[in-house]
């Protein structure tokens, strides 16, 4: 079954920290791993996104690691503020049909 | 330009009542997606539209279905509402179908008693 494994579910941080987010899959024909932030009352927003053909995103302050042997991509957030307190979520394209799977979600937040 | 737009945003029924949720697209986009997102689980597909054809269908149970319109205005209609169908219906719009990157609307907060 096509899964991705998002953990922690909750994550507490001081201002100035690094949170990080871990998420993993199984099906190594995955082919895009978007990151999705989601403020209370509203939708999901594309944050930031990787191919499998590159080990490091980044942009601003977010950076996404991907290691494709371990089947493992992460979510860093580097001198994280208050105002970076949100829902994230991982996904992963199935290119055998274009569909995002989704993970289950990590509540931040960033204690002033 | 305007973003997702879903209605309403928040319903309060009661078990085995009917339900629809409505959601406008952006300006130009032509692909509708439905989802359910409840905690613990992320988001659960439940269907796309494009050209007012249903293309994709998530593994959800017959009294989930949907629509759309001409103006790719779509609905979404759950009947005999259960407990556990108590979630956040989350919408989104892109401008061909399968996108990956999906806009999504404020969603609707149903909540089944």
């Known amino acids: 079954q096509q899964q991705v494994k998002q953990s922690p579910q909750s994550l507490i941080v001081q201002k100035g920290g690094i949170p990080i987010i871990n998420c993993a899959y199984e099906n190594t024909a995955f082919d895009y791993f978007p990151w999705y932030q989601q403020f209370p009352g509203k939708g999901p927003a594309l944050l930031i996104a990787i191919r499998p053909d590159v080990s490091e995103k980044k942009e601003g302050r977010f950076t996404i690691s991907f290691n494709k042997s371990a089947k493992q991509f992460s979510l860093h957030i580097m001198d994280s503020q208050p105002g970076d307190s949100a829902t994230y979520f991982c996904?992963?394209?199935?290119?055998?049909?274009?569909?995002?799977?989704w993970g289950a979600g990590t509540k931040l937040i960033i204690k002033p | 330009k305007a973003g997702v737009t879903q209605t309403p945003r928040y319903l309060i029924k009661t078990r085995g009542q009917q339900v629809t949720l409505s959601c406008s697209p952006i300006s130009g986009h032509r692909s509708v997606s439905w989802y359910q997102q409840t905690p613990g689980q992320g988001l659960q597909f439940l269907f796309e539209?494009?050209?007012?054809?249903?293309?994709n269908k998530g593994n959800f149970p017959g009294r989930f279905s949907g629509r759309q319109f001409s103006n790719s205005r779509s609905e979404m209609n759950v009947s005999t509402l259960e407990l556990g169908d108590s979630a956040l219906y989350l919408c989104?719009?892109?401008?061909?179908?399968?996108?990956?990157?999906?806009?999504f609307g404020p969603g609707t907060r149903l909540t089944v008693l």
């Open positions: 996904a992963a394209r199935d290119p055998s049909n274009y569909q995002l799977i």
């Open positions: 539209y494009f050209s007012e054809t249903q293309r």
């Open positions: 989104a719009s892109s401008l061909l179908p399968s996108s990956s990157t999906p806009f």
